[in-house]
Every structure is written in C-alpha cells, then in structure tokens.
C-alpha cells in the first residue's frame, strides 16, 4: 500500500504562481510513474503531468506545458508540481497518484493505471 498527502494548494491570482508537493509513504519502493491530475467542478478529472521514477521521462498536458514542471525528490519519496502562469481555467482540485506499472505516456496519462490517490488540493486562480 502506498498513501500519497498533497499539499501547497491555496488561492492565488492569475498570473500568479504555485508549487504543490506530494508526499508518498508506505511502498514506495514499488511506485514506478507518478502523475498529477485535476478535476474541476463538473467536469471529469484530467490528466496535468508525469514523470517516471528516475525522473528521466516526464510529460505534460497541453493545458499546462510551458507553464508548469513536474520534479521529484526520491531521498524524500516527493513529487513537485510547479505552475505558473496561472490562469483561471486551472481552477480545479489536484491530485497526485502512484502507480506500480512501468512508466510510458500511455499509462501515465490514465487514471485507471493508477491504484493510489492522494486525498486532493484545492487550487483557485481567481481573475
């Protein structure tokens, strides 16, 4: 089992910057990708970033490429979102999630590839 803590969320106005932490314990020697979604109100969640466990490979939506970076701590089991630049429409709440299988852009950008959530961060860019 592993249990993921999201943290660093608040309110910031756009054009503004965020850095949201994940804090992995328990298995996380097995954790091999590691990817952050979002979901907004009414809407389905959303693949944001990834990266693999050596940090090599990593990808972004879209949505947020150019504005935001994906980082990870190994030595403090830690995956950093960065973003700035933000704009309202990143009004959502983030979730970071840990997954066992081998990292690929496929998988990585799933949901369904992943067993562990973290419990989510609000992040709300006002205009």
């Known amino acids: 089992q592993v249990q993921l803590v999201e943290s660093g969320g608040g309110l910031v106005q756009a054009g503004g910057s965020l850095r949201l932490s994940c804090v992995a314990s328990?298995?996380?020697?097995?954790?091999?990708?590691m990817s952050w979604f979002r979901q907004a109100p009414g809407k389905e969640r959303e693949f944001v970033a990834t990266i693999s466990r050596s940090g090599i490979s990593s990808y972004y939506a879209d949505s947020v490429k150019g504005r935001s970076t994906i980082s990870k701590d190994n030595a403090k089991n830690t995956v950093y979102l960065e973003m700035n630049s933000l704009k309202p429409e990143d009004t959502a709440v983030y979730y970071c999630?840990?997954?066992?299988?081998?990292?690929?852009?496929?998988?990585?950008?799933?949901?369904?590839?992943?067993?562990?959530w973290g419990q989510g961060a609000q992040v709300t860019v006002s205009s």
């Open positions: 999630a840990a997954g066992v299988t081998a990292w690929s852009r496929d998988s990585s950008t799933n949901p369904q590839s992943f067993d562990s």
């Open positions: 328990g298995r996380t020697f097995n954790i091999l990708t």
